[in-house]
């Protein structure tokens, strides 16, 4: 099955930039999506089909994929970031999640 | 506003079954696939398959294949997740959450459950 293998955490100072990728064969031949997920809430997808934005998600977020890395940047970090996001692919047989990358705002 | 609203928190002996609901509102219930995510304590995301509220046969991870039975009733615009065999492993927070396309599945969701809690244990 596909493995989409992302960095345990990142951590970032407010007002900087976050960068948090999703590493896979060939994920640029495949439309990645992103979610955010706080302590004790539901996911909520923040990108999606690489780099779309879902209505309501601040500009501050964005996506790229190419190759073998997807990326989610969140510029301007704020402490309200703070949280674990999850990549996703449909690999033509399952949904597919990455491991989940744990932001931390320093 | 789409809402999708789960059934209460369980625990369950080793071997037993459960059953989560999942009330959906705000949108034409039949327009829009739901699909079932569990997250362990700790752990990530697991999808476990999904259904079509309109009929049709749902679709179910293989390593979910066996134990889970996904069913929709479009009169109460509910759909539920049965689970059988439970195990220790399969304690975890159930979601249901609505694919974001109407007619077809995209495999993306928009629209989330408030999760709920099933506990295995003996």
């Known amino acids: 099955s596909y493995v989409l293998t992302q960095p345990p955490s990142v951590s970032v100072a407010p007002g900087q930039t976050a960068r948090i990728t999703c590493g896979a064969n060939?994920?640029?031949?495949?439309?990645v999506h992103w979610y955010q997920q706080k302590p004790g809430q539901a996911p909520v997808l923040v990108i999606s089909y690489d780099g779309d934005r879902p209505s309501g998600i601040p500009e501050r977020f964005s996506g790229f994929n190419s190759g073998n890395t997807a990326t989610l940047t969140i510029s301007w970090v704020e402490a309200g970031d703070e949280a674990d996001y999850y990549c996703?692919?449909?690999?033509?047989?399952?949904?597919?999640f990455g491991g989940g990358t744990k932001l931390t705002v320093l | 506003q789409v809402q999708l609203v789960q059934s209460g928190a369980e625990v369950k002996k080793p071997g037993a079954s459960v059953k989560i609901s999942c009330k959906a509102s705000?949108?034409?219930?039949?327009?829009?696939?739901v699909h079932w995510v569990r997250q362990a304590p700790g752990q990530g995301l697991e999808w476990m398959g999904m259904i079509n509220p309109s009929g049709g046969r749902p679709r179910y991870a293989q390593k979910m294949q066996g134990r889970v039975t996904m069913t929709r009733d479009t009169s109460t615009s509910i759909v539920h997740m049965e689970l059988s065999s439970l195990r220790s492993e399969d304690s975890a927070v159930y979601y249901c959450?609505?694919?974001?396309?109407?007619?077809?599945?995209?495999?993306?969701?928009?629209?989330w459950g408030q999760g709920t809690l099933v506990t295995v244990s003996s």
């Open positions: 959450a609505r694919d974001v396309c109407s007619g077809a599945s995209c495999f993306l969701f928009d629209s």
């Open positions: 705000g949108y034409i219930f039949t327009n829009y696939h």
């Open positions: 060939n994920i640029g031949s495949y439309s």
């Open positions: 996703q692919v449909w690999d033509s047989s399952s949904v597919v």
